[in-house]
């Protein structure tokens, strides 16, 4: 019974699950104009793209932040298809001491690209080293100890880090200030997520309607790793429930057995709306208590559900802690000035 409620939990998370890895290698873009939506990243990457390889430099390093799921790591590999270079990818929490991240920006070749997942999780002593490896290009280390210590540098190749991080407000000034190009990664408009939907049918092999992936494109919280998921989900309702082509009609359906109103809404959302609106009566609740109070990991609450809460205008938040709006009350179909009023008895 476990298994099966973390799996209902998890489809609207935009969290990468073991199901999510090969699937997502299989339907990913290998060129910038291949890559759907985010125009005025794509736009602005063309041309630092093509500056870099006309001068024959390496890219600037480049940070990527968005909520999960919107395709950072897509276009970090896309990157290096596009210069032409090798890419080697880790994550913060697995640079552990600092000979790790040494060992791997000495096996880098000129102008390859080093990808670094969840990057506002390195620990400081592992940013110090990054920081004259990105301006410089250049290991500071300390040889021998006592009074024989001396400080020496390592020159290691030109090299472009790619940073990626759901939480942009968590990476430290020094860090942050060393990237030459920060782009915001935002939600994606329903029309961009039925391209993405119609693109995925096609490589699956799947009949799909217009009306069906636009649908599932309204349901999908503007995130082109939940519509996928989605897509596989309404799949299988298709093969069983229908006669193998996914219709409006189809997505429909089978969204309301899985429990995702039209707004992309399931049961964890209300969860929280109910909890901030019926429970609290309006008032400013704490991360903690709230993420206590449904059951759900505060790390979890914070970069996967809120986000697009705070999108919608569901949810704010407030020096005080996270409080529902207006909206949350309608939605509730609460009164809002009784549930106001009760906010100060």
């Given at each position: 019974?476990?298994?099966?409620?973390?799996?209902?939990?998890?489809?609207?998370?935009?969290?990468?699950?073991?199901?999510?890895?090969?699937?997502?290698?299989?339907?990913?873009?290998?060129?910038?104009?291949?890559?759907?939506?985010?125009?005025?990243?794509?736009?602005?990457?063309?041309?630092?793209?093509?500056?870099?390889?006309?001068?024959?430099?390496?890219l600037?390093?480049?940070?990527?932040?968005?909520?999960?799921?919107?395709?950072?790591?897509?276009?970090?590999?896309?990157?290096?298809?596009?210069?032409?270079?090798?890419?080697?990818?880790?994550?913060?929490?697995?640079?552990?001491?600092?000979?790790?991240?040494i060992?791997?920006?000495?096996?880098?070749?000129?102008?390859?690209?080093?990808?670094?997942?969840?990057?506002?999780?390195?620990?400081?002593?592992?940013?110090?080293?990054?920081?004259?490896?990105?301006?410089?290009?250049?290991?500071?280390?300390?040889?021998?100890?006592?009074?024989?210590?001396?400080?020496?540098?390592?020159?290691?190749?030109?090299?472009?880090?790619?940073?990626?991080?759901?939480?942009?407000?968590?990476i430290?000034?020094?860090?942050?200030?060393?990237?030459?190009?920060?782009?915001s990664?935002g939600?994606?408009?329903?029309?961009?997520?039925?391209?993405?939907?119609?693109?995925?049918?096609?490589?699956?092999?799947?009949?799909?309607?217009?009306?069906?992936?636009?649908?599932?494109?309204?349901?999908?919280?503007?995130?082109?790793?939940?519509?996928?998921?989605?897509?596989?989900?309404?799949?299988d309702?298709?093969?069983?429930?229908?006669?193998g082509?996914?219709?409006?009609?189809?997505?429909?359906?089978?969204?309301?057995?899985?429990g995702?109103?039209?707004n992309?809404?399931?049961?964890?959302?209300?969860?929280?709306?109910?909890?901030?609106v019926?429970?609290?009566?309006?008032?400013?609740?704490?991360?903690?208590?709230?993420?206590?109070?449904?059951?759900?990991?505060?790390?979890?609450?914070?970069?996967?559900?809120?986000?697009?809460?705070?999108?919608?205008?569901?949810?704010?938040?407030?020096?005080?802690g996270?409080?529902?709006?207006?909206?949350?009350?309608?939605?509730?179909?609460?009164?809002?000035l009784?549930?106001?009023?009760?906010?100060?008895?």
């Amino acid at each position: 019974m476990k298994k099966a409620a973390d799996s209902e939990r998890a489809l609207l998370s935009g969290k990468r699950g073991e199901d999510d890895l090969l699937f997502e290698e299989s339907i990913r873009p290998h060129s910038l104009k291949d890559y759907i939506g985010q125009e005025s990243v794509k736009e602005n990457l063309r041309v630092f793209l093509d500056a870099a390889i006309k001068r024959n430099e390496q890219l600037d390093h480049v940070l990527l932040y968005g909520s999960p799921g919107l395709g950072k790591t897509t276009l970090a590999q896309i990157i290096a298809r596009e210069m032409g270079r090798d890419i080697k990818s880790t994550s913060g929490p697995a640079i552990e001491r600092p000979i790790d991240l040494i060992i791997t920006l000495k096996s880098l070749k000129e102008k390859d690209v080093l990808f670094i997942d969840e990057i506002h999780r390195l620990r400081r002593p592992i940013e110090e080293i990054l920081y004259p490896a990105m301006e410089d290009f250049n290991l500071d280390r300390v040889m021998s100890k006592g009074v024989a210590a001396r400080p020496i540098k390592l020159a290691i190749p030109p090299f472009t880090l790619i940073g990626a991080t759901t939480r942009g407000g968590a990476i430290s000034s020094p860090l942050r200030g060393r990237f030459g190009i920060i782009f915001s990664l935002g939600f994606y408009e329903i029309a961009h997520l039925a391209e993405i939907i119609c693109r995925s049918a096609r490589i699956m092999g799947i009949s799909i309607e217009d009306g069906g992936a636009a649908e599932i494109g309204k349901r999908c919280r503007g995130t082109p790793r939940l519509a996928n998921r989605l897509l596989r989900r309404v799949r299988d309702f298709a093969d069983v429930k229908g006669k193998g082509a996914i219709t409006e009609n189809l997505v429909i359906y089978a969204m309301e057995r899985l429990g995702i109103d039209r707004n992309g809404i399931d049961g964890i959302d209300r969860k929280i709306l109910e909890t901030l609106v019926k429970r609290f009566k309006g008032r400013p609740v704490g991360l903690e208590t709230l993420a206590a109070s449904i059951n759900e990991e505060p790390e979890n609450l914070e970069e996967v559900y809120e986000p697009y809460l705070l999108q919608m205008g569901l949810l704010e938040k407030t020096p005080r802690g996270r409080q529902a709006t207006s909206l949350s009350f309608e939605y509730l179909g609460v009164p809002f000035l009784e549930g106001m009023q009760q906010r100060f008895l």
